[in-house]
């Protein structure tokens, strides 16, 4: 079926006008500038009656374009129905549905609809600019450039033939499906892949093609500043017109200046695509991919707060592809609740085949923390390669599970803080390495319903951190965290100190293996949980103690039981509840928190309650620490153990040293105490120059003793490591 394109060109629209009068609240500070741009509306397209469209929650596994030159059939579909799955997404090829421009041939994706329909299935369209086979166009001829002045394959950005010529491929295309009964959305993505101005030029990114540049020296500039003397007087400069300012790369001056019409670019076409298609129908469900990591933000300028508002304001649904990442997971479902926007998870196979059932198992474990904002999965991809005899099946097994999750994870009033403003051009905002990492440790260690707010969202009142009792920075102390100390708040400094303020919904015996996942029902008188053994050889054999004060239930009296809703084994602790969890390595279980008493009888499970508490004075326990110049003194104060300011840990007796880590001069700032039985000696950064080894032993404890030994014993008093100073 061959049709004409409805238009060949179309009057652009910009989304974002930043009067002149605007300027004068702009904020300099040296080289750090942030435009005002970027607030929780900031798209300010006129709303019209299309942004009343529901979204759809996501059940799908992505397929390649067609099965090897032929549509998908029928009996294609009828498989993937039959293992639970609602949505199958295909990977569109702008160059067979638009062969030349202007000229579209909808016959194979007519025909891959039907049979979707015929299956009982939705198909799910995803548009790619650049990046997929198929995508761009063979008569797409302009192409991007790095800052290093590198060609990429990726088209220009803003060329002024192919940009809205994708513009156009795509709206057209969703017009003409909108009423075909097997259509089920589109996802909409832009640039390189889903990591918008990544390069095809190893190491780099894009951005500098004469095209961008064009576009940042005649809209950008202009729209923001209104006059080179406002630009001048921003920017402590004396050009005498726009055409002066550098598209500066970054490490150069005004380098800020050219990474937020970066971003801007992001905004503008992002939302372009939105409101065109919307503008079609608005019943269509609609997604946004979102592909890297935070060390991305700044360089991509991938910034998840300028998606989640374009979503909030178009209603889309935010695609989270970084799931094997529970930080980011963290993140993205903290953003889900905050702008009010589903969010779905995608599973991207690893590159070690050892790892695909754990990480598998991983991502579905993480799913429930989306809730109540879950916009489903999407399993990344069912091609038939290995990751399709391993993992496919793990996620199909769990797909009614996840269906039948109804709620919200649970929510304490403490936050992790995290400074993203570097990605905003502030040149002193925190590092964005890899702070994810950071999260993803403390929420293994703390299993708790902890917020992640970023700078960004208090910066615009999307977040206000009064809400919160405490807040723990991940990446610096930031202006925004300065006036919630000023104003009462308790700003942390450890992570140990978390738990002061917001209970851990569960404890387990050790970190890294097993992760449990809640929702919370809506009544406040029960949970269901996920537990997940995450690691490909270690089953968990174990207690775990279930909090019904950190699920946030209502006061009551529960129990436990499992996937058929028998009561397990469990005896009620002063944490709430313990019982016993056997989970093979790389799998799943179910368990339900619900109302009333243990049925009589229920059996008491090895490892809860028998251990022998620690010592009131001389000890360190799960999650204290201490920091430079601290110590721990023996009950008698004959022996004290200091982390002294040059980074060595040491035991003394009068001032005479009797041991120490060999740590002097190592940049070690801390040492924790941890809550999987491990106490590490670690630098201000948080990377590790020394530990006991003891890790996976829950509740252990460091005792200094009177008789000179300081020994780590575990939660039932077995001793795990120690000085070997005992009678010195």
């Given at each position: 079926m061959f049709k004409k394109a409805s238009r060949k060109h179309r009057a652009r629209t910009y989304l974002i006008s930043v009067p002149a009068a605007l300027l004068a609240g702009l904020v300099v500070a040296g080289a750090a500038f942030t435009a005002p741009l970027f607030g929780a509306d900031a798209a300010t397209t006129t709303a019209t009656a299309t942004q009343a469209a529901a979204s759809s929650t996501l059940w799908s596994t992505q397929l390649k374009w067609d099965d090897n030159g032929a549509a998908w059939s029928e009996a294609s579909f009828a498989a993937l129905k039959?293992?639970?799955?609602?949505?199958?997404?295909?990977?569109?090829?702008?160059?067979?549905?638009?062969?030349?421009?202007?000229?579209?041939?909808?016959?194979?994706?007519?025909?891959?609809?039907?049979?979707?329909?015929?299956?009982?299935?939705?198909?799910v369209l995803i548009f790619w600019y650049s990046g997929w086979n198929g995508s761009p166009a063979s008569w797409v001829t302009s192409h991007e450039t790095t800052a290093s002045g590198a060609q990429s394959a990726t088209?220009?950005?803003?060329?002024?033939?192919?940009?809205?010529?994708?513009?156009?491929?795509?709206?057209?295309?969703?017009?003409?499906?909108?009423?075909e009964a097997g259509y089920g959305g589109s996802v909409l993505d832009y640039g390189r892949l889903d990591s918008v101005w990544d390069s095809t030029v190893s190491?780099?990114?894009?951005?500098?093609?004469?095209?961008?540049?064009?576009?940042?020296?005649?809209?950008?500039?202009?729209?923001?500043?209104?006059?080179?003397?406002?630009?001048?007087s921003a920017r402590k400069t004396s050009y005498t017109s726009f055409a002066q300012v550098p598209a500066a790369t970054p490490g150069q001056p005004l380098a800020a200046v050219y990474q937020l019409f970066r971003l801007w670019s992001v905004?503008?076409?992002?939302?372009?695509?939105?409101?065109?298609?919307?503008?079609?129908?608005?019943?269509?469900?609609?997604?946004?991919?979102?592909?890297?990591?935070?060390?991305?933000?700044?360089?991509?300028?991938?910034?998840?707060?300028?998606?989640?508002?374009?979503?909030?304001?178009y209603d889309v649904t935010v695609v989270q592809d970084?799931?094997?990442?529970?930080?980011?997971?963290?993140?993205?479902?903290?953003?889900?609740?905050?702008?009010?926007?589903?969010?779905?998870?995608?599973?991207?196979?690893?590159?070690?085949?050892?790892?695909?059932?754990?990480?598998?198992?991983?991502?579905?474990?993480?799913?429930?923390?989306?809730?109540?904002?879950?916009?489903?999965?999407?399993?990344?991809?069912?091609?038939g390669t290995q990751k399709d005899t391993v993992a496919y099946p793990i996620y199909t097994a769990w797909l009614g599970h996840l269906k039948g999750l109804s709620g919200s994870y649970p929510q304490q009033p403490v936050a992790v803080y995290l400074d993203d403003s570097l990605a905003y051009g502030s040149t002193s905002g925190g590092a964005l390495g890899a702070p994810e990492n950071g999260i993803a440790s403390l929420w293994d260690g703390y299993q708790?319903?902890?917020?992640?707010?970023?700078?960004?969202?208090?910066?615009?009142?999307?977040?206000?951190?009064?809400?919160?009792?405490?807040?723990?920075?991940?990446?610096?102390?930031?202006?925004?965290?300065?006036?919630?100390?000023?104003?009462?708040?308790?700003?942390?400094?450890?992570?140990?100190?978390?738990?002061?303020?917001a209970p851990a919904y569960a404890t387990l015996a050790g970190s890294g293996v097993l992760q449990i996942a809640p929702v919370v029902d809506a009544a406040r008188t029960g949970a269901q949980l996920t537990l997940a053994d995450i690691t490909s050889g270690a089953a968990y054999d174990g207690p775990v103690t279930v909090s019904p004060a950190g699920l946030g239930l209502a006061a009551g009296t529960y129990h436990l039981v499992d996937a058929t809703g028998q009561a397990i084994p469990q005896v009620a602790v002063a944490g709430g509840l313990c019982a016993s969890a056997g989970v093979p390595a790389a799998s799943l279980a179910e368990w339900s928190v619900v109302a009333g008493a243990a049925p009589a009888g229920t059996p008491t499970p090895a490892g809860c309650g028998t251990g022998t508490p620690p010592p009131s004075c001389g000890a360190l326990t799960a999650n204290q620490q201490l920091t430079a110049g601290q110590s721990v003194t023996a009950c008698n104060g004959g022996y004290k153990l200091t982390l002294q300011g040059d980074?060595?840990?040491?035991?003394?007796?009068?001032?005479?040293?009797?041991?120490?880590?060999?740590?002097?001069?190592?940049?070690?700032?801390?040492?924790?105490?941890?809550?999987?039985?491990?106490?590490?000696?670690?630098?201000?950064?948080?990377?590790?120059?020394?530990?006991?080894?003891?890790?996976?032993?829950?509740g252990a404890y460091l005792d200094v003793q009177n008789d000179g030994n300081t020994v780590l014993y575990s939660a039932a008093g077995a001793s795990l490591w120690s000085t070997g100073t005992a009678g010195r």
């Open positions: 039959a293992k639970g799955l609602e949505q199958a997404e295909i990977d569109m090829s702008w160059n067979t549905v638009e062969p030349a421009q202007g000229r579209f041939d909808y016959t194979e994706l007519d025909q891959e609809i039907a049979n979707a329909n015929a299956a009982g299935v939705h198909l088209p220009a950005w803003w060329d002024r033939t192919d940009e809205p010529a994708y513009l156009a491929y795509v709206t057209d295309t969703v017009k003409h499906v909108a009423g190491g780099q990114v894009d951005g500098w093609a004469q095209a961008d540049v064009d576009e940042f020296h005649n809209v950008y500039l202009p729209q923001t500043y209104g006059s080179i003397g406002a630009f001048d905004q503008q076409v992002y939302g372009q695509l939105a409101a065109d298609v919307r503008a079609v129908t608005a019943s269509t469900p609609l997604y946004f991919y979102f592909g890297g990591h935070v060390g991305n933000f700044a360089n991509y300028e991938n910034v998840p707060e300028v998606f989640f508002a374009l979503a909030k304001k970084c799931s094997e990442s529970t930080g980011i997971d963290l993140l993205f479902a903290s953003l889900g609740r905050a702008y009010g926007v589903n969010v779905a998870t995608e599973w991207t196979a690893p590159s070690d085949s050892t790892q695909l059932a754990a990480q598998a198992v991983q991502w579905i474990g993480n799913y429930p923390m989306m809730l109540p904002e879950g916009g489903g999965t999407d399993f990344f991809i069912h091609d708790a319903g902890f917020s992640v707010v970023t700078s960004e969202e208090v910066d615009t009142g999307i977040v206000k951190l009064a809400q919160y009792r405490a807040v723990l920075p991940i990446n610096g102390v930031d202006a925004n965290l300065t006036a919630y100390r000023n104003g009462g708040g308790h700003l942390l400094t450890a992570a140990s100190q978390l738990s002061t303020y980074g060595n840990l040491v035991l003394s007796r009068s001032g005479t040293a009797l041991w120490s880590s060999g740590t002097a001069h190592s940049g070690a700032t801390r040492v924790v105490m941890q809550g999987d039985g491990n106490l590490v000696l670690s630098t201000g950064t948080g990377a590790a120059v020394w530990s006991t080894r003891t890790a996976t032993h829950s």
